[in-house]
């Protein structure tokens, strides 16, 4: 798969993950491994951890709370998408359980208030995230983020799993085999209508 392909066609995976087909230890592996080359900001990148959860027993312990607060959060806020959008997110949650890997990104730390220190603690993260993304959907595998336990609930999964306190959260990603290989580029504004040039709403 070209780069071009890889980076256009991966997409959040919900309702075409495979539930029954194991995912090998050492293809997460792999995939971790070419995420710790993503950017980071400087000194953060050391302080980067990846919980892997294959358990059953801690898979459905972590997915009661995520499910519960994904619901109320659904229930509120869905008539702002669309419904094929709000069908496959109520998918995931009934069956975030039995995903077969949950992968929980976490930096040692807590981040502070304001926007310069927020966007250097998150932002040495989220390019880890998606290069492990990428990472998987080249080997076949799907993932989505399913954070929605950080709105109240980040303290009970961490105490399912042995977080500190110190310790952020960032995400939560599902993962697993996809059932099909066709995905395609998704629908967006043209590029042009959303690009300024030197300066707010300067078009080209």
Not at 40 to 65: C, F, H, T, Y
Not at 102 to 111: E, H, I, K, T
Not at 120 to 137: N, T
Request: with cysteine.
């Amino acid at each position: 798969m070209d780069a071009e392909t890889l980076l256009t066609t991966t997409r959040s995976v919900r309702r075409k993950l495979d539930l029954d087909r194991p995912v090998e230890p050492e293809v997460l592996t792999d995939c971790l491994r070419i995420a710790q080359q993503a950017p980071a900001a400087g000194m953060l990148r050391s302080n980067l951890r990846w919980i892997v959860v294959r358990d059953q027993a801690l898979r459905e312990k972590i997915a009661a709370p995520v499910r519960e607060v994904g619901r109320e959060s659904q229930a509120k806020y869905g008539h702002l998408v669309d419904a094929r959008t709000l069908a496959s997110g109520k998918y995931l949650l009934d069956t975030l359980h039995r995903i077969p890997v949950l992968v929980v990104p976490c930096m040692q730390g807590r981040p502070g208030g304001e926007n310069g220190e927020l966007s250097a603690f998150y932002g040495s993260v989220y390019p880890a995230i998606w290069s492990f993304q990428l990472a998987l959907r080249a080997r076949g595998l799907g993932s989505t983020m399913v954070g929605y336990h950080l709105i109240g609930r980040e303290r009970e999964v961490a105490d399912i799993l042995g977080i500190p306190a110190d310790v952020t959260q960032i995400s939560m990603l599902a993962v697993a085999y996809t059932t099909t290989d066709t995905f395609h580029p998704a629908a967006w504004p043209p590029v042009e209508d959303i690009t300024y040039h030197d300066g707010w709403g300067r078009p080209a």
